[in-house]
């Protein structure tokens, strides 16, 4: 299995998001430490989720953690989070498209 697919399958058992928006920053890193030459090391997660309500951005970033698991310690080099809950991302949605353009999903 895929690394993405790995985290986009535990991510969603774990957090039950709204949205999961998971981007490769692989190939931004090639040839710095931890990269693979296969790509799949650096990562990019937007969470939203009910699950967050009422957490500090830590325990956020903890929840995370802990649903990836093993995954953390092997196969994830970097991963920037962004965890939101539904009214936090109703409230950034113009921010973020003006700053993300949507890439394609594979």
Not at 35 to 56: L, N
């Amino acid at each position: 299995m895929r690394v993405t697919d790995a985290i986009r399958e535990r991510l969603t058992a774990a957090l039950a998001p709204a949205r999961l928006d998971l981007v490769d920053e692989s190939a931004r890193h090639a040839g710095h430490a931890g990269a693979r030459p296969e790509g799949e090391s650096h990562f990019r997660v937007t969470i939203v989720s009910e699950a967050f309500r009422d957490r500090s951005r830590i325990d956020r970033q903890r929840m995370v953690f802990a649903a990836l698991g093993d995954l953390m310690q092997s196969d994830i080099h970097a991963l920037a989070i962004t965890a939101l809950t539904p009214a936090e991302a109703k409230g950034r949605e113009p921010a973020r498209a003006a700053r993300d353009p949507p890439l394609p999903r594979r």
